[in-house]
């Protein structure tokens, strides 16, 4: 098991959270919320997104890295994003994690 | 095998734009309860809107246990705890993941099943009937848990035996994993049982049976047999589930909720020993078939009485 994590700026708050997918073979849970804000208390009042990967594959660090920076060249929300990763492929990622932005933007307070 | 016979294929109007005359023979597009997560399971058998989760995974309730021996958690364990109403009646759901770890029982997912029924408990002693319902999907105790499993899986089957006291305690086993181990007994515990074809109930599931007593005792890859043995409709033929129900949230739905109406049973199953008993006593070990089991455990004169609760 390998844990990994992964900051991005981000433009906009979330207020919204989201959970998708399940942690089983080939598959993963993504849990979507908003950053917690004591992060922006700084003068500049920055935005950021935080991942936190838990991955039963180890080694991968870098595509990980890949699959997230695609990601957030697309999105913007300052979102504390929680993967639970059993062996996932790229693409199943990139899917699970628009479908946790899509099902934020459906509602769902935090 | 039988559970893919039941796949249902049919876009219904397709159908019928390329023939129309044979718009009747047309199969009914199913809304299958195998294929839906644990929480969907939760959401589907309670009243439209009215499900809200406990301890769900924003709580972060997981195990501390696998990730000492290196295994991804769930946020949630694998177990879905939903209240709601079911015909508009305060209710209470426990629903296990078979995606994760096999929607073994675990501490905290065993606990939170536990939990949930004594809260149905505690509420009916008051006077509030809570509906409790347990969607097992589960190989029985989680083996990197093994003790802190089996002793919240005795917690589970206290809190039932004493619920159905109050409320009839309705189980449900869809499929594809099944119901085994210690579950298998909470299962048997229930007030009613609902299962579909692809069901199966049993102590040990098939693949342990062959490594523990020889192939020659049961080809585990044999599936026709397996189902035989231990498949949903086995189980409802010799009286030892109560409700078979196609791949259909609808029909399982209606089949929990008909059970609630039903009420608590004059006699539970497990509280019929010498029945059973005198049942086991005719077995005979080396001639016995699925078919004479169905006999001797579900005598003809009872299939009228059995058919009444299906």
Redesign the interface.
Known sequence: MEHLTFDYPARRAVTTRAHVGVVGSGDLEVLLSPASTSDTSNSDNALSAHVVVRTSVDGYGHIWKSVLDRFFTRYDGAAQIEINDFGATPGVVALRLAEAVEAAGEGDAA | MSHAADVRISDPSAAQAAHPEANQAAPRLRDSFIEL?ARERARALLDAGSFRELL???DHIESPWL?LQ??????DD?CVIARGTIDGEPAVIAAL?S??QGGSIGEVSGSKIAAALEMALRDCERGKRVRPVVLFETGGVRLQEANLGLAVIAEIQAAIVALRRHVPVVGVIAGMVGCFGGMSLAAALCSYLVVTKQARLGMNGPEVIEQEAGIEELDATDRRRVWQLIGGEQRVASALADQLVDDDSHAVRAAVRAAFTQGVPAAHRSEQVDTFLQRLARVDPASVTPETLRDVYNPPAHHATNGEQA
């Open positions: 997560p769900g995974p924003f990730p290196g295994i991804v958690c769930q946020a694998g993941e995606a994760f």
